[in-house]
């Protein structure tokens, strides 16, 4: 009775496992994250070239403003949405505007998402995505906050997503249907000549280990832009190289298999589509 007493919780967790990862569908996304929306040609080739359908749209952020958690740089839509293309509005909100709860935040949110689906004649729209950088001191009113948008999207037929960073892969996880684990930003950038901010193997290494049992089905998000600043009258780029970009994509699915399904990268624009070869994505969006 004791060796069965041992058999069962472990073929429970196989099976949940199991479960899990059939979740996770094997597809292809973006993430678009600029003010305004419209798709040049080499935009738009690329969605046709790499079989992405799914674009996660950044709709406005939302930031502290004299007390108050207010929207701030909302999307223009320059140009109409191709309805073969599905868009997940992502809102970013500042990790400060978690530091207390702000009733009717969530209803006033998925609200202004709805609203602006339907001025803008968005219409493939089945889930929406919350993005934070939520911290200890942050983390439970960021969880009860996303049970009300959950609850939200709820009554409008909507799914819900959240962004995961490696250091919150240590925390319980948040009420969503699904995280997108944020795979870049993952250095000091005041140590950049040690490391590259955007992503290096050394920064991500130590939180490899939380991957398998983190219990939230999981979607993988990798760079494909470059950081461009000025220290000191010098002008410095941070690149991330694909080589290094592929070291981490295998050892993450190594750990968790469930990461090689849903694949985005972060983010569409001209610039970022010519920065890597065919072959390079190509290698990001192999399942």
Same mark, same amino acid.
């Given at each position: ?47 046709? #070239? ?103 999207? #709820?009554? &409008? ?32 950038? #005041? ?18 280990? /939380? ?20 220290? &000191? ?13 592929? #070291? ?17 990268? /972060? &983010? ?7 920065? /890597?070869?065919?072959?390079? /994505?190509?290698?990001?969006? &192999?399942?």
């Amino acid at each position: 009775m004791k060796c069965l007493s041992w058999i069962l919780p472990a073929l429970c967790l196989l099976t949940m496992g199991c479960q899990q990862q059939e979740q996770m569908p094997e597809e292809n996304a973006v993430y678009y994250w600029r003010t305004e929306w419209g798709l040049d040609s080499v935009e738009s080739d690329f969605l046709a #070239r790499y079989d992405i359908q799914k674009v996660y749209c950044r709709y406005f952020d939302v930031v502290m403003a004299d007390g108050n958690p207010m929207p701030n740089a909302t999307m223009a839509f320059e140009a109409k949405v191709p309805e073969a293309l599905c868009i997940v509005p992502t809102v970013y909100i500042t990790e400060d505007c978690m530091h207390q709860p702000h009733e009717g935040l969530a209803r006033k949110l998925v609200n202004r998402i709805v609203q602006m689906n339907e001025t803008n004649d968005v219409k493939n729209v089945n889930e929406i995505q919350i993005d934070c950088d939520y911290t200890s001191k942050s983390r439970q009113t960021y969880y009860d906050f996303l049970a009300e948008v959950r609850e939200e999207t #709820r009554n &409008h037929g909507m799914r819900l997503s959240t962004t995961i960073r490696l250091h919150q892969l240590s925390m319980k996880e948040p009420l969503a249907d699904y995280g997108v684990l944020m795979i870049y930003n993952t250095g000091d950038p #005041r140590k950049f000549a040690e490391r590259n901010p955007i992503l290096d193997m050394r920064d991500v290494e130590p939180y490899l280990r /939380y991957l398998h049992e983190y219990p939230l089905p999981l979607a993988a998000a990798y760079p494909v832009f470059l950081w461009q600043r000025t220290v &000191h009258g010098v002008h410095i780029e941070h690149m991330v190289t694909a080589d290094e970009i592929l #070291r981490v994509k295998e050892a993450v699915e190594e750990r968790r298999p469930e990461l090689r399904r849903t694949i985005l990268t /972060y &983010h569409l624009d001209n610039e970022n589509i010519k920065r /890597y070869k065919p072959e390079t /994505y190509e290698a990001i969006y &192999h399942h």
